[in-house]
C-alpha cells in the first residue's frame, strides 16, 4: 500500500496522519482509501482493536444493507472496538452505509446500530418522480457549522446513492441535508468527534475531496492543540 | 433532484482507447485513465467504459484497468462489455467499478439482471439497450453490434429489466449512432416514461441543442436522466465545460462546474 509524500494540502505536520480504514467486508475501500492517500495520510486496514494503535482517526465506510454490515461488525469483533475508540472521544468519519451504522436502528433492518449517535435511520419516501435509491449529484444544504461544512462553504455538490436517511434525534447534529422529494433529509453529520456523510466524498470530484482535506485538517490542528 | 448527468463514453479494447481523442496536451492519447482524469476535471459527472473486443484474454486486462482508473478518478464508472456471469461483475466491481453494464448478456440470461441486482444492489446494475426503428412505429432490441434483431420491443425490455433489477437504462439509438443528426427523442421519451429508473440518451448527438432536447422532461423532450458522449467530445467539437455552461444557461438542473477545479 502506497503512501504519498505529504504535499502540503493539510496543515503542516512531521508525519503523516495514520487513517484506519475499518475493513468488515462491506463494499470497496479501495477508492476511499485512495482519496485520502492522495491528500498525504497514511492509510491502514482495521480489522481489530491492534490495528488502531498508531491511528489518529478512524473511517467507517461501508455499501449494502444495515442489517449484514452489523452482522459482520459483530463477528469480526469490531463492535466493541468502534465503540471504545468513540468513548475516549478519539475522531471517527463514517461514509455512506458508515453513517448509518452510527444511529440507533434502521427502517431497513432489525439490527440496533452502534447507537453512538441517537436517532433512527427511515427509508426515503416513496413518492412519484423520485426514484429511490437518490442516486446521483446533487447539492448540500447547509445546516450547522463543522469542520467538514464550515459556514461561508461555496455550494457543494456531492454524489449520493442511497434508500434510507438517518434523522438524528437532536437535529444540531446535523451539518448538511439534501432535498429529496420536495423535503430535506440528513446529508452529513457532526457531533463531537464523529462525523458522518451519507454521500460518497471519495466519488464526489474535487468538492469531496475539499471535504476530506479539511477534516484531514482538522485532525492535524486536534492533534496540535494541547 | 439530482442534476441530469453528462456522461462522456470511452471505447477500450485491451486497455487502451480505440478511437483517438483530441486532447490538447495529452501525453498519451490513448490511454483511458489519463483521459478519465481529464474528462473529470473538465466536469463530467460520470464515465462510461465499453470494452469493444471484450475477448476472453482481455478480461484481466480490462480488471486491471478498472483498478486503474479507480485509484485516479473521483467519480463514478461504469464498465461495459463482454460481462456474462456474476463472477464477470464480481471482479469488476471489487476492482472499483461503481457499476457495471450488462447488454447481450442480459437478452440471452435475463435472471443475470436480478442476481447481479440481488447480490450488490440494483444501483450498480446498468442494462444497455441498442434499439432500431421498426416500421411499426416501435422499436426493436439488437444485440450483438446490431447485427442481430433479437424480436424484443424495446420498451417492454426496458420494462421487464427494470422489474429484475436494472437500475439505470442506457439507450443507445442505432438509427441515430454516428449521424449527430440528434438523439432518438421519441425512443428515448417512450423509455423514460415506461419505467421508473433514470435512462441516459445515447446515439446522435451532434450539437449542445440535440443534448438540451434529450436531457428535456417537457411534452416533447427525451426525457432522459443523462446524455452519453463519444465522438463529440473525442474529437474536441464540444467540451463538457462549453456543454455544462450552456446547459445551465438554459435553466436545466446540472452540476456546476467546481470553481476551485
Redesign the interface.
Known amino acids: 500500500m502506497g503512501t504519498l509524500p505529504a504535499t502540503g494540502l493539510t496543515m503542516a505536520s512531521p508525519t503523516p496522519l495514520r487513517i484506519g480504514l475499518i475493513d468488515y467486508g462491506m463494499g470497496n475501500l479501495h477508492s476511499v482509501q485512495r482519496a485520502f492517500e492522495r491528500l498525504g495520510a497514511e492509510v491502514v486496514a482495521v480489522h481489530g482493536a491492534a490495528d488502531t494503535a498508531d491511528c489518529r482517526a478512524l473511517v467507517l465506510p461501508g455499501v449494502g444493507a444495515f442489517d449484514p454490515a452489523m452482522e459482520r461488525l459483530h463477528r469480526s469483533g469490531l463492535v466493541p472496538v468502534i465503540a471504545d475508540w468513540c468513548a475516549a472521544g478519539q475522531p471517527l468519519l463514517g461514509i455512506c452505509l458508515g453513517l448509518q451504522l452510527l444511529f440507533e436502528a434502521s427502517d431497513e433492518g432489525q439490527a440496533a446500530g452502534l447507537g453512538l449517535l441517537q436517532g433512527r435511520v427511515r427509508a426515503l419516501p416513496r413518492s412519484p418522480g423520485h426514484p429511490v435509491p437518490h442516486m446521483g449529484w446533487a447539492p448540500l444544504l447547509p445546516a450547522e457549522p463543522s469542520p467538514l461544512l464550515p459556514g461561508g462553504t461555496p455550494a457543494s455538490w456531492v454524489y449520493f446513492v442511497h434508500s434510507y436517511a438517518a434523522e438524528p434525534s437532536d437535529p444540531a447534529c446535523t451539518t448538511a441535508r439534501v432535498d429529496f422529494a420536495g423535503s430535506p433529509v440528513t446529508a452529513a453529520v457532526w457531533q463531537g468527534s464523529i462525523a458522518a456523510c451519507q454521500f460518497h466524498p471519495e466519488k464526489s470530484s474535487g468538492t469531496g475531496e475539499a471535504m476530506l482535506r479539511r477534516w484531514l485538517d482538522w485532525l492535524a490542528a486536534e492533534r496540535l492543540s494541547p | 433532484?439530482?442534476?441530469k448527468?453528462i456522461i462522456p463514453c470511452l471505447d477500450v479494447a485491451d486497455g487502451r482507447v480505440v478511437k483517438g481523442v483530441k486532447f490538447v496536451g495529452l501525453r498519451d492519447a490513448g490511454d483511458p485513465v489519463e483521459l478519465a482524469c481529464r474528462y473529470?476535471a473538465s466536469g463530467a459527472?460520470e464515465l462510461v467504459f465499453l470494452d469493444i473486443a471484450a475477448s476472453h484474454q482481455g478480461r484481466a486486462t480490462l480488471v486491471e484497468l478498472v483498478?486503474r482508473t479507480?485509484?485516479?478518478v473521483?467519480?463514478?464508472f461504469t464498465v461495459g462489455g463482454g460481462i456474462s456471469s456474476v463472477e464477470g461483475i464480481t471482479a469488476l466491481?471489487?476492482?472499483?467499478a461503481?457499476k457495471v453494464s450488462l447488454n447481450s448478456s442480459a437478452v440471452r440470461d435475463p435472471q443475470l439482471v436480478a442476481r447481479g441486482a440481488e447480490r450488490f444492489?440494483?444501483?450498480c446494475i446498468v442494462v444497455a439497450i441498442d434499439a432500431r426503428a421498426r416500421a411499426d412505429g416501435g422499436w426493436d432490441v439488437f444485440v450483438k453490434g446490431g447485427r442481430e434483431n433479437t424480436g424484443l420491443d424495446a420498451v417492454a425490455w426496458a420494462r421487464q429489466v427494470v422489474g429484475l433489477g436494472a437500475?439505470e437504462i442506457l439507450l443507445t439509438s442505432m438509427d441515430g449512432d454516428g449521424t449527430q443528426a440528434g438523439y432518438h427523442l421519441a425512443l428515448t421519451r417512450a423509455v423514460a416514461e415506461a419505467v421508473?429508473?433514470?435512462v441516459i440518451a445515447s446515439g446522435g448527438a451532434g450539437c449542445i441543442d440535440h443534448i438540451a432536447q434529450a436531457l428535456d422532461d417537457g411534452p416533447l423532450g427525451g426525457k432522459a436522466?443523462a446524455a452519453l458522449l463519444a465522438s463529440l467530445l473525442h474529437d474536441g467539437v464540444l467540451t463538457v465545460e462549453q456543454i455544462k455552461a450552456d446547459l445551465l444557461g438554459r435553466g436545466l438542473n446540472v452540476?456546476?462546474l467546481?470553481?476551485?477545479?
Open positions: 433532484m439530482v442534476a448527468r473529470s459527472d483498478r479507480a485509484e485516479a473521483t467519480i463514478p466491481l471489487r476492482a472499483g461503481d444492489g440494483c444501483q437500475g421508473d429508473v433514470p436522466a452540476r456546476p467546481e470553481a476551485f477545479a
